[in-house]
């Protein structure tokens, strides 16, 4: 029997066709260039030649930085919308990085392989969902590209106690409920999630005011 949810999938982000050409430049308004500092974070933690699944990438800024500093034997880019994996794909070719990259349109709970992978990169993906959906959903179904060495790399905002951080939390989930149609009505408690599943924090980093994590999970 399969084990997959039956019924269509709620949305979580198709909505952010909508939202891909200003994307980059909205999270910079508000954020200058801290949560794509958050991101590079650990990247040197990947080794040379790894394989890749890059899950929620966006535009494609962090794909072409990781092509450049990990030199990747393959990266599989997998984005709910179309709009911004066909940013990503035109990044690469109009800034000539090269590497070996599919590019998928899909929901990462449809994720159509069980073929391992070295690294798990997931940016600001895993506060997008309710928390059912994170702990029946999307964390299982990453799990099982996960060897015992693989390494995921999460980086996504956490629980603040700071009154202006929460009001900018609160204010951001009404953004992307309204314009892209995410499901999420308040921050999931990912890092738990993840511990519940097995998973081991290997490092973790505050970033951004203690508002953002970057961490490494393995097995
Ligand atoms: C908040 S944005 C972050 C984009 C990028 N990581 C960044 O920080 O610039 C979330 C991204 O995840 C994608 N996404 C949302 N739901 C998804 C799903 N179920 N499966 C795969 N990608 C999804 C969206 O299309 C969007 O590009």
Redesign the pocket.
Known sequence: MSDEPIGP?PN???G??WI?PV??AL?FVVFGRK??QA?LTFLNRIPHDATILL?????G??LEQVLIKCKPRRVLY????AR?VAKASHRMVKNGVVGSVEFRV????DLPTDEPFDILIT???L???PESTLQTD?IPRLLRILKPTSLWLV?DFVATHVWWQKALLWSMIRF?QLT?G?EAKQLPDWQRFLADAGLIRQESQPQVGGMVRAEIWGR
């Open positions: 999938k979580t982000g198709s952010f066709d891909a994307y980059d999270a949560l794509q991101q899950v929620g990438g966006g535009t800024w962090l997998l984005e709910l919308s911004m899909g929901d990462v709970r940016p600001f993906l506060d997008l969902f999307v980086t992307f892209a995410i």
